[in-house]
C-alpha cells in the first residue's frame, strides 16, 4: 500500500483538515478528565458512578473510531468493518466473562 | 564519598555469585571484541547503513532470527542450570533465590524473546515474498517494532548483572509481585522490558494485517494465499486483540508498584486475581499467537516436500481462523483452582477441549498431505515430522488438564510443566525450526548441512523426550513447580537424574545447530536456482536472496501454488522480466530513528526500572522528539531506477 497506492492520487484517503484532529483530541481529554473527576471526587455512589464510567468509556470509543481512525472512510473491501465487529465481540465476550469469573469473589467474602 | 560509591556499585551491580561475576566477564570480553572487530575492519558504516537504519523487511527478519537464536541461547542456559540445581536431592548448586530469578526469566525470555521473534522473524521474511509484495505495508513501522523488540529484550537481559532479575515468575502474579512482598529494580524490568516489547508486537500485527489483506499480487485472491500467510495473518488478528489485555495488567501492576495504587492490593479494596484474569485473557490467546505460525509452516514444508498440494486447503485455513476465534474463550483453564465455581469452570473445561478439534483436523490433513505423496526426507521435513509427533502427545495431555476437576490434580505440578514445554517445544519450536531450515536457503543463499542437521535433530529430539517424559510421572508423583531443592526419600530422584540428562543432550543438540550455521556459511551448498526444494509458493520464485524490491515486475496470480503451477505448464519464463516492463520501482528509504527510538525507550525504562524520574523524563522526551521529526518528514520514499534493476537483474542471469 506505501508503495504502489501512494504513486497514485490518493482519492479518498489523506487530506483531512487539522479541525478533525484537534476536536477529536479535545474531546478525549474532556471525556478522560470527567471520567478521573467523578472518580476522584467521591460525589457519586458507586452504582451510578459505574453506568456513568461505562458510558463515557463509550462515548471514548466513538470518538477514537471518528476522529482518528476514519471508520466511516474506505477504498476497497469492508474489512475495517469486520475487524470492527470482531473487536466489538472479543471485547464483550473478554469483558462479560471476566465479570463472571470474577463474580465469585462476593460469594467468598 | 567513597564508601558512598561504593555502597551504591553494590546494590547497582549484581554482586557475590562466582556466575554472575563470570557473565560480567565473559559481556565485557564480547562487548570488546564486538567493538574491536567493527572498528579494525571499518565496519561501522556496513552496520548502520546496511542493518541498523534498514526498513527492508528481509533484513528486518534476519535480525528477528539472530536475536531469537541468541535469546534462546540465554534461556537453555536458565534451563540447564535449574535442571543441574534438581539432578539430585538436597542440591546446593543455586540458592532458593537464584532459582527463582532463573525460572523467571526462563519463561520470560523463552515466550517473549525467543518464540515471538522467531515466528515475526519468519513473517517478515517469507509473507511479503509469499503474496509477491515488495515490502510490508508500513516498511518504516516494522523498523519501529523491531527496535522496540530489541531494546525490550535488552532491558530484561540487563537485570541480571544490574540491579537483580525479577523472581515473581514469568506470570508474575501479584500479591508476590508486589513491591511490599518483592522490592528492588527486578521486577521493574520484568513490567518495563514487557511493556516496550509489547508495542512493537503491536504494531507488528497491525503491520501485517494490512500488509496480507492489501498487498497481495494482483489476482491473488484471499482464498489463493499460501497457508503460511493464512497463519501469518490469523496470529496477527490474535496479536492486535490479546496484546492490549496484557499491557493494562503490567500498566496497573506498574501502577501499583511505582505510583503506590492498590488495583492489585486486597487490603485496599483491590484484588489481585484480576491481574491473574487480565494476564490470561492475553496469555493464552499468546501461545496460540506461537503456535499458528509453526502450523502455518508445517503446511508449506508437508506440501512441498510430499510433492503433492496440501490436503484440505479450505479446512486448514477453516481451522487456523477458527483456533484464532477459540483462543478467547478458554483463559481461566489456568486458574482452575482460583474457585470460581463450577460453571465458570465448566464452561472454559469445555472450550478448552474445543481446541483439539480444529488442531485435529490440522494434524489428519497433514497425514493425508503426506499419504501416497512422494517424501523427501529433508531437515525441514524431519522436523515437521516430530512436531506432528510431539504436538500430538503435547495436545493430549493438554485436553487431559482441561478436565476442570482432574486438573485440581494436576495444577502447577510438573505434569502441567511437561504438557506446556510439549506443546511450545514439540508445537512451536520444531515447527518453526522447520520453517527455518526451510527458508533459510531464501534468507541467505545457502543450504544448511544435512549430516550436522540430522545429529542436531536427533540430539534434541531425543533429548526433548528424555528430559519431559519424567516430568509427566513426577507430576503424578507430587512434584510441584518452582521448587528449587527436594530431600531424597520422596522417590523422584531417578527421574528428575534421567530429565536432566535430557535437558543436556537438548544443549547438546542446539550447539549442533550453531555448529550447522558456521559450518555452512562457509561449505553450504549454494543455492543458485533459488528454489532448491522444487517449492510452490511464489517466494521460490525469486533468486536466493531476493534482490530488495523482490519482484523486479509484479507477478499475476490466477491460481493457489502459483510458482508451482508456472512450474507444471513451462511458464517459469512469465515471471522473469524484460527489458520494456521495467519500470522504476517505488521504495522507502532507510531511516535511522527507529533505532534511535528503541535507545530513548530503553533509556525512559531505565530509568523508571530504578525510579531515576529525570532518566526517564529525558527518554521519554527524546521518544516524543522522534515522533514529532518523524511527523514532518517528507520524501522519505525514492525510486528504484529502470538501469539498477536492471543491472541487478542481468546480473543474476534472469533479464530476457
Known sequence: MALDHKSQPAASHGHHSPRLYIIGYISSIVLTAIAFGLALSHTMHFGPLLVVLMILAGLQIIVQLFFFMHVTESDGPPYHSIALVLGLFFTFAVAIMSVWIMSFGSQVS | ?656
Not at chain 2, 13 to 21: C, E, L, S
Open chain 2, 1 to 656: 564519598m567513597l564508601s558512598g560509591i561504593g555502597n551504591f556499585a553494590s546494590h547497582f551491580f549484581v554482586t557475590g555469585d562466582p556466575m554472575i561475576y563470570g557473565a560480567d566477564a565473559s559481556i565485557l570480553l564480547v562487548s570488546l571484541g564486538i567493538l574491536f572487530v567493527l572498528t579494525r575492519y571499518r565496519k561501522w558504516g556496513w552496520l548502520w547503513q546496511d542493518w541498523l537504519t534498514t526498513v527492508d523487511h528481509k533484513k528486518i527478519g534476519i535480525m528477528y532470527l539472530i536475536a531469537a537464536l541468541l535469546m534462546f541461547f540465554r534461556g537453555g542456559v536458565d534451563a540447564l542450570l535449574m535442571r543441574t540445581q534438581l539432578a539430585v536431592p538436597n542440591n546446593h548448586f543455586l540458592t532458593a533465590e537464584h532459582y527463582d530469578q532463573i525460572f523467571t526469566t526462563h519463561g520470560t525470555i523463552m515466550i517473549l524473546f525467543m518464540a515471538m521473534p522467531l515466528i515475526f522473524a519468519l513473517f517478515n521474511i517469507v509473507v511479503p515474498l509469499q503474496i509477491g509484495a515488495r515490502d510490508v505495508a508500513f516498511p518504516y513501522l516494522n523498523a519501529v517494532s523491531f527496535w522496540l523488540f530489541f531494546f525490550g529484550a535488552m532491558l530484561f537481559n540487563l537485570s541480571f548483572v544490574i540491579g537483580g532479575s525479577p523472581d515473581a515468575g514469568w506470570v508474575s502474579y501479584p500479591p508476590l509481585s508486589e513491591l511490599h512482598f518483592d522490592p528492588g529494580p527486578g521486577e521493574n524490568y520484568y513490567l518495563l522490558a514487557l511493556q516496550i516489547s509489547g508495542i512493537g508486537s503491536i504494531a507488528t500485527g497491525i503491520n501485517f494485517i494490512a500488509t496480507i489483506l492489501k498487498m497481495r499480487a494482483p489476482g491473488m485472491k484471499l482464498m489463493q494465499m499460501p497457508l503460511f500467510t493464512w497463519s501469518a495473518l490469523s496470529a496477527s488478528i490474535v496479536i492486535i486483540f490479546a496484546f492490549p489485555a496484557l499491557t493494562i495488567a503490567l500498566a496497573l501492576l506498574m501502577l501499583d508498584r511505582i505510583v503506590g495504587t492498590h488495583f492489585f492490593t486486597i487490603l485496599h479494596g483491590g484484588d489481585p486475581m484480576m491481574f491473574v484474569n487480565l494476564f490470561w485473557v492475553w496469555g493464552h490467546p499468546e501461545v496460540y499467537i506461537v503456535v499458528l505460525p509453526s502450523f502455518g509452516a508445517i503446511s508449506e514444508v508437508v506440501a512441498t516436500f510430499s510433492r503433492k498440494r496440501i490436503f484440505g486447503y479450505t479446512s486448514m485455513v477453516a481451522s487456523l481462523l477458527l483456533i484464532s476465534v477459540i483462543s478467547y474463550f478458554v483463559w481461566a483453564h489456568h486458574f482452575f483452582t482460583m474457585g470460581a465455581g463450577a460453571d465458570v469452570n465448566t464452561f472454559f473445561a469445555i472450550a478448552s477441549m474445543m481446541v483439539a478439534i480444529p488442531t485435529g483436523v490440522k494434524v489428519f490433513n497433514w497425514l493425508f498431505t503426506m499419504y501416497r505423496g512422494r517424501i523427501r526426507l529433508e531437515l525441514p521435513m524431519y522436523w515437521a515430522l516430530a512436531l506432528i509427533v510431539g504436538f500430538l502427545m503435547g495436545g493430549a495431555t493438554g485436553v487431559m488438564l482441561a478436565i476442570a476437576p482432574a486438573d485440581y490434580q494436576y495444577h502447577n505440578s510438573y505434569f502441567l510443566i511437561a504438557h506446556f514445554h510439549q506443546t511450545l517445544i514439540g508445537g512451536v519450536v520444531f515447527g518453526l525450526f522447520a520453517g527455518m531450515y526451510y527458508w533459510w536457503p531464501k534468507m541467505f543463499g545457502f543450504k544448511l548441512n544435512h549430516r550436522l542437521g540430522v545429529w542436531a535433530f536427533w540430539l534434541f529430539n531425543i533429548g526433548f523426550y528424555v528430559c519431559f517424559m519424567p516430568q509427566y510421572a513426577l507430576g503424578f508423583m507430587g512434584m510441584q513447580r518452582r521448587m528449587y531443592t527436594y530431600p531424597a526419600g520422596m522417590g523422584w530422584t531417578d527421574l528428575n537424574f534421567i530429565s536432566t540428562i535430557g535437558a543436556y543432550l537438548m544443549g547438546l543438540g542446539f550447539l549442533f545447530i550453531v555448529a550447522q550455521i558456521v559450518y555452512s556459511i562457509k561449505f553450504g551448498e549454494r543455492d543458485l536456482t533459488g528454489d532448491p526444494w522444487d517449492a510452490r509458493t511464489l517466494e521460490w520464485s525469486l533468486p536466493s536472496p531476493a534482490p530488495h524490491y523482490n519482484f523486479a515486475v509484479l507477478p499475476q496470480v490466477t491460481a493457489r501454488d502459483m510458482w508451482w503451477e508456472l512450474k507444471q505448464q513451462g511458464r517459469t519464463g512469465d515471471l522473469r522480466p524484460t527489458s520494456e516492463d521495467l519500470k522504476p520501482i517505488h521504495m522507502p528509504k532507510n531511516s535511522g530513528r527507529p533505532f534511535i527510538m528503541g535507545v530513548s525507550f530503553f533509556v525512559a525504562g531505565f530509568g523508571f526500572v530504578f525510579n531515576w524520574y529525570p532518566i526517564a523524563v529525558i527518554g521519554l522526551l527524546a521518544v516524543v522528539v522522534t515522533l514529532i521529526t518523524r511527523s514532518f518528514e517528507y520524501g522519505d520514499e525514492y525510486h528504484v531506477p529502470v538501469e539498477e534493476i536492471q543491472h541487478t537483474e542481468a546480473a543474476l542471469g534472469r533479464l530476457s
